[in-house]
């Protein structure tokens, strides 16, 4: 066995016992890197050089790709997009901090789409990257590099975001898990803003125990971000041991269920993960989410607002790219965002700044608003009498690049995802089987309530055991 190919949970274990060293395990990624990053395209930059050094100074760690919108100081952090082109970051992020702090280094930046808004990764303009179990297809995205690494064996784990499925839609797309936290679970500070009010970033691994272990080095309150609560992060990876899907009551929602435009493989291999956790002693209870039809429109106005928002310092001043063009202040505000945002993130800021304006704040941005605390309701309700659902991560597997052309069937990746993003909630993608024929992974998604990571690691970990 290589290096490159240990998970997390191998890499300590390796590591304790002095088997091999931290510069080992990134000179054996290095060389994976080399070998199939042409082809794949996971990585944007790797600084082979930094990554060493790291390394020695830091015997034991094991090394994590970073998605390109997380801040680590002395790198680029383009966030996929031309307008942050020639930007270093001055500071680490909380997680990059916090990963350090628990045995972790940050060793190369992964692609995305850009500003993570998109489900395929087409949407970088740092260039394409392919699915490794089919290199004519798309990773999935926003975190598609990430995915691509972490299915590739060109990282040991990875770190994603998700705002509305960026994590779990690719995890699904490339045979990883993908855990989004609940929200405030994890900082933000560091970690360049779509949309502040679902943004979360979370671990992709190569197995569920290590997204624990990711996970519980990446938790925790931060001064810097008021959202994350002060309360000790519960250690996931302990609370794994013995975990069973004996007892659990595993809600079905028929909304997810009965959804059309859901693919016959996708719907086979979710059948499938329910029928096994059911021999394995989970209940099933057929569950009703009334409101899950309103979360694709809810979304589409809430996030696009906050973009528009979000994306309004990049004005050719502060950071990255500034048009040669400009004449004067408001041609170097317009020049710069017109040359360095691409098509998506224009259309984003479009809709997100006419949702916003005044005589059309109330019936969209308000009204939406209203919608979604009408939606996390619905998850309030459910999770008195479940323990967790279990609904499909997307709804097809990995598509061709190039296949899907129109912004709207793109969005309907994210329509299982969604509305666990917008209540709040915690939710996991586990790798459930593959499908016939084209032979493309796909995983099945579990959800449970605010702040219960604890129960949902567990249940994957039950679920990861009988799914093999
Ligand atoms: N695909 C969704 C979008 O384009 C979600 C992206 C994300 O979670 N960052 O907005």
């Not at 500071?91 to 930046?109: E, L, Q, S």
């Not at 290199?135 to 975001?161: E, H, K, N, Q, W």
């Not at 979370?202 to 624990?212: I, W």
């Amino acid at each position: 066995m290589e290096l490159f190919e240990l998970g997390i949970k191998e890499a300590q274990d390796g590591l304790a016992k002095g088997e091999f060293s931290s510069r080992d395990i990134v000179e054996s990624v290095i060389a994976r890197y080399r070998a199939r990053n042409g082809e794949i395209g996971a990585y944007v930059t790797f600084d082979e050089e930094g990554a060493l050094a790291l390394a020695d100074a830091n015997p034991k760690a094991v090394p994590v790709a970073v998605k390109d919108l997380i801040n680590v100081r002395g790198q680029p952090c383009t966030c996929g997009s031309k307008i942050l082109e020639g930007y270093v970051s001055p500071y680490d992020a909380t997680v990059i901090r916090n990963m350090k702090a628990h045995g972790f280094i940050p060793c190369g930046r992964v692609n995305m789409d850009e500003f993570a808004m998109g489900s395929s990764t087409e949407n970088s303009a740092l260039g394409v990257t392919r699915n490794p179990y089919d290199l004519s297809r798309v990773p999935g995205g926003s975190s598609g590099g990430s995915a691509a690494a972490v299915g590739s064996d060109m990282c040991i784990a990875a770190l994603g975001t998700d705002t509305g499925g960026s994590i779990r839609q690719p995890a699904s797309f490339c045979n990883c898990v993908g855990v989004k936290p609940s929200y405030g679970r994890v900082s933000r500070y560091g970690v360049t803003a779509f949309a502040s009010s679902l943004d979360q970033v979370g671990p992709m691994t190569k197995s569920v125990e290590d997204a624990a272990i990711l996970l519980g080095a990446l938790a925790g309150h931060d001064e810097m971000d008021g959202t994350t609560p002060r309360d000790p992060v519960p250690d996931y990876a302990a609370a794994l041991e013995g975990a069973t899907l004996k007892g659990v009551r595993l809600g079905l929602p028929k909304e997810y269920l009965e959804v059309g435009g859901l693919d016959p493989e996708v719907k086979r291999i979710t059948d499938d993960a329910i029928a096994k956790c059911a021999r394995a002693g989970a209940e099933l209870v057929e569950v009703s989410l009334p409101h899950t039809e309103y979360a694709m429109a809810v979304y589409y106005i809430i996030a696009p607002a906050e973009a528009s928002a979000n994306l309004a310092r990049f004005d050719g001043v502060r950071y990255g790219h500034r048009s040669a063009a400009s004449k004067d202040v408001y041609s170097l505000y317009v020049k710069s965002r017109a040359e360095g945002f691409g098509p998506e993130v224009k259309r984003r800021i479009i809709m997100g700044t006419y949702v916003l304006s005044s005589g059309y704040y109330d019936a969209y941005y308000g009204r939406a608003q209203k919608v979604r605390t009408l939606i996390k309701r619905d998850f309030d309700d459910v999770f008195g009498r479940v323990d967790a659902l279990l609904t499909p991560c997307a709804p097809t597997p990995a598509f061709k690049l190039g296949e899907l052309q129109d912004p709207l069937t793109m969005y309907l990746n994210d329509l299982f995802t969604i509305p666990s993003s917008l209540a709040g909630v915690c939710a996991a993608s586990v790798p459930a089987g593959f499908t016939a024929g084209t032979g493309l992974p796909v995983g099945v998604q579990f959800v449970c309530g605010s702040f219960e990571e604890t129960k949902l690691l567990k249940i994957c970990k039950a679920f990861e055991g009988v799914s093999k």
